[in-house]
């Protein structure tokens, strides 16, 4: 029996959690926002992304991974940040919020110049060790998510797909959602062959992502 494509990330093992526990424990700081290549911090430490469509949850579970509430501002006006923001975890990580996608209300030229941004953030960062994609438990992958996964497949960085809000649906719901996800990632190359499951308001998947960012090589 050939094992499930894209099973669900399991719990760490005590001493990996205790890891990431730890990464995280550690001071975490806003760094800054930046809106042109020339302004990206130096590439002195490791680096992971987070991307999703707005309203996704994405600011929620950056506070989550961090313990600190208030530390990504979780606008009320979706796509309100443009900014590429940079966050310390430790003395080793960089956290790197990316701005919400699939909002209408930014005017076209805006747009156009943050995917510019994007792209070349995405090819040009060397210290870039994954990128994490969030979907929504009661949405699944829609076709601005395809979008920003052919990106990551083109820039050639992998990405894992975090399920986010997973306490907002039924098992059932979410079983049909998990398929529509995984059927998804099949036509990605850079897709990681792993799914995390997390609803930040309950703390799941919070022990698991925080492990998979601490030992990241």
Same mark, same amino acid.
């Given at each position: 029996?050939?094992?499930? =494509?894209? =099973?669900?990330?399991?719990?760490?093992?005590?001493? *990996?959690?205790?890891?990431?526990?730890?990464?995280?424990?550690?001071?975490?700081? &806003? #760094?800054?926002? #930046?809106? /042109?290549?020339?302004? @990206?911090?130096? =590439?002195?430490? %490791?680096?992971?992304?987070?991307?999703?469509?707005?309203?996704?949850?994405?600011?929620?579970?950056?506070? /989550? @991974?961090?313990? %600190?509430?208030?530390?990504? $501002?979780?606008?009320?006006?979706?796509? $309100?940040?443009?900014?590429?923001?940079?966050?310390?975890?430790?003395?080793?990580?960089?956290? #790197?919020?990316?701005?919400?996608?699939?909002?209408?209300?930014?005017?076209?030229?805006?747009?156009?110049?943050?995917?510019?941004? @994007?792209?070349?953030?995405?090819?040009?960062?060397?210290?870039?060790?994954?990128? &994490?994609?969030?979907?929504?438990?009661?949405?699944?992958?829609?076709?601005?998510?395809?979008?920003?996964?052919?990106?990551?497949?083109?820039?050639?960085?992998? &990405?894992?797909? *975090?399920?986010?809000?997973?306490?907002?649906?039924?098992?059932?719901? $979410?079983?049909? #959602?998990?398929?529509?996800?995984? /059927?998804?990632?099949?036509?990605?190359?850079?897709?990681? =062959?792993?799914?995390?499951?997390?609803?930040?308001?309950?703390?799941?998947?919070?022990?698991?992502? $925080? /492990?998979?960012?601490?030992?990241?090589?």
């Amino acid at each position: 029996m050939t094992a499930l =494509p894209f =099973p669900i990330a399991e719990d760490p093992d005590p001493q *990996v959690a205790e890891q990431g526990r730890l990464l995280f424990a550690g001071e975490t700081e &806003f #760094v800054k926002g #930046v809106v /042109a290549m020339s302004g @990206l911090p130096d =590439p002195d430490r %490791m680096e992971v992304c987070f991307a999703g469509r707005s309203n996704v949850g994405k600011s929620t579970l950056i506070n /989550a @991974l961090t313990g %600190m509430k208030a530390l990504a $501002r979780a606008s009320n006006t979706p796509g $309100r940040t443009q900014e590429i923001n940079f966050f310390t975890a430790g003395d080793s990580h960089y956290l #790197v919020d990316l701005p919400g996608y699939g909002f209408a209300n930014a005017p076209l030229p805006v747009v156009e110049k943050w995917q510019r941004l @994007l792209k070349q953030y995405l090819q040009g960062r060397q210290t870039l060790r994954r990128a &994490f994609v969030l979907i929504d438990a009661r949405h699944g992958v829609k076709k601005v998510d395809n979008e920003i996964l052919s990106l990551l497949d083109s820039a050639a960085v992998t &990405f894992q797909v *975090v399920l986010t809000k997973a306490d907002k649906v039924k098992e059932k719901e $979410r079983e049909q #959602v998990l398929d529509q996800v995984r /059927a998804a990632l099949s036509k990605h190359p850079a897709a990681y =062959p792993e799914i995390v499951v997390t609803s930040s308001e309950k703390g799941w998947g919070i022990p698991t992502l $925080r /492990a998979i960012i601490a030992t990241l090589e």
